[in-house]
T-cell receptor, first 115, second 113 residues
Framework: AQSVTQPDIHITVSEGASLELRCNYS??????LFWYVQSPGQGLQLLLK??????LVQGIKGFEAEFKRSQSSFNLRKPSVHWSDAAEYFC?????????????FGKGTRLSVIA | NAGVTQTPKFRVLKTGQSMTLLCAQD?????MYWYRQDPGMGLRLIHY???????AKGEVPDGYNVSRLKKQNFLLGLESAAPSQTSVYFC????????????FGPGTRLTVT
């Protein structure tokens, strides 16, 4: 079965600084990969997804993520963080061959942004 | 197009009471899911459905029941609520073809005292 690890529970960055959130997955082949964001008191919103092809994917709100097969990673990046990016971020993995298999989510990384 | 909606948004129950959470989607999605979110635990799958009339257990199904009598609705029931079921519950749906993107509802905050 697939699994997801987000090693960082909480990260604090200064506004304007760059950001990288880590995500490692366990799956025997190339999975579908997702990053979701959850603002306080809200549901989850999809930031970006990777299915195949170009390993660098662009998402909404200026985020990007890079799939590295050799490292089983799908890290999320943003070159310049804004205060409105403060939220919780979840990485998720899906099984390409079966839409019946639900996504598996990591435990999340909480991002705080300071002035 | 409302997407995924959840009813109610907030609820307080006493131990032993029962309730039903309603999830509705207007996107004609095949798959629907119920998750619970607890601090430091991420989202854990309770039950899911791959089509009308079908249900399956997820990671943490104990104490919950579900039904999918209509394609657009997915109900989550708590027969005898316990304090351990205090959580935020999220519903999600997925088309089942192509995009493979789960759409989430806004959540229901449940407190069991």
């Amino acid at each position: 079965a697939q699994s997801v690890t987000q090693p960082d529970i909480h990260i604090t960055v200064s506004e304007g600084a760059s950001l990288e959130l880590r995500c490692n997955y366990s799956y025997g082949a190339t999975p579908y990969l997702f990053w979701y964001v959850q603002s306080p008191g809200q549901g989850l919103q999809l930031l970006l997804k990777y299915f195949s092809g170009d390993t660098l994917v662009q998402g909404i709100k200026g985020f990007e993520a890079e799939f590295k097969r050799s490292q089983s990673s799908f890290n999320l990046r943003k070159p310049s963080v804004h205060w409105s990016d403060a939220a919780e971020y979840f990485c998720a993995v899906g099984v390409p061959t079966s839409g019946n298999t639900p996504l598996v989510f990591g435990k999340g990384t909480r991002l705080s942004v300071i002035a | 197009n409302a997407g995924v909606t959840q009813t109610p948004k907030f609820r307080v129950l006493k131990t032993g009471q029962s309730m039903t959470l309603l999830c509705a989607q207007d996107m004609n999605h095949e798959y629907m899911y119920w998750y619970r979110q607890d601090p430091g635990m991420g989202l854990r799958l309770i039950h899911y459905s791959v089509g009308e009339g079908t249900t399956a257990k997820g990671e943490v199904p104990d104490g919950y029941n579900v039904s999918r009598l209509k394609k657009q609705n997915f109900l989550l029931g708590l027969e005898s609520a316990a304090p351990s079921q205090t959580s935020v519950y999220f519903c999600a749906s997925l088309t089942g073809t192509g995009a493979y993107e789960q759409y989430f509802g806004p959540g229901t905050r449940l407190t069991v005292t």
